[in-house]
């Protein structure tokens, strides 16, 4: 059975994989979030807070945030924030837990729709997610053939992040309407996906990026 260790285990896509795909895997998770007891405590801006686990299989990397704001509001510190937890972060994990992934490996990290299409008020987030497409492509050439390395790009999904966006009924229509597919995405379209990039059917792919997102990045409504 596969080892995958699971970074910020404590977000809904991560739970839904855990509840799904148990059977399948031996998954190891590591969060900063006291809620889960069976979780190793760990914080991803420091790396003596890292578990020495070896003999993995995948790592998938879950830490995000979600910080809308004009861009004459936002501060420096407001993208040196998003940076260390969407990018600083993942280096470290990365940097730590590379030595100890067996061939054939498979990482999974996330991306977003504001990567690739201008949105107003995603200069942050949009950065950061663009450093990690970037590094994600990078890194399979580099790793290639003993890891392979992919990113998830979804639009609105039905996170914990999102609920600002999801308060109530009209607010849910007014994001579905957005989507040519005419709805936003839940959990399991996402946790799927991750789930088939870590299994060997998909053993032939590395450095590609996968749109889960409703059609929103390539579909004129």
Request: charged residues 20%.
């Amino acid at each position: 059975m596969k080892n995958i260790l699971l970074v910020g285990a404590s977000s809904k896509v991560s739970i839904d994989l855990i509840e799904k795909y148990s059977s399948n895997y031996n998954f190891i998770s590591l969060s900063r979030n006291d809620n889960y007891s069976d979780y190793l405590k760990f914080d991803i801006l420091d790396t003596l807070t890292f578990p020495d686990i070896d003999n993995l299989d995948g790592i998938i990397y879950f830490p995000g945030n979600i910080n809308l704001k004009p861009f004459k509001r936002i501060k420096v510190d407001d993208f040196n924030e998003d940076y260390n937890i969407n990018v600083v972060g993942l280096l470290n994990v990365l940097k730590f837990y590379e030595k100890k992934l067996n061939k054939n490996s498979s990482i999974v990290m996330f991306s977003s729709i504001a990567a690739k299409v201008g949105m107003p008020f995603h200069s942050s987030i949009a950065m950061c997610k663009a450093a990690i497409l970037s590094l994600s492509r990078t890194l399979a050439a580099e790793w290639s053939p003993k890891i392979r390395l992919n990113t998830i790009s979804p639009s609105l999904f039905n996170s914990t992040m999102s609920q600002n966006f999801l308060k109530d009924e009209s607010m849910v229509e007014r994001m579905s309407n957005k989507h040519p597919l005419n709805r936003v995405g839940s959990v399991s379209d996402i946790s799927s996906m991750v789930n088939f990039l870590i299994s060997d059917d998909s053993s032939w792919i590395t450095g590609q990026d996968f749109s889960v997102d409703g059609g929103l990045s390539t579909i004129v409504k």
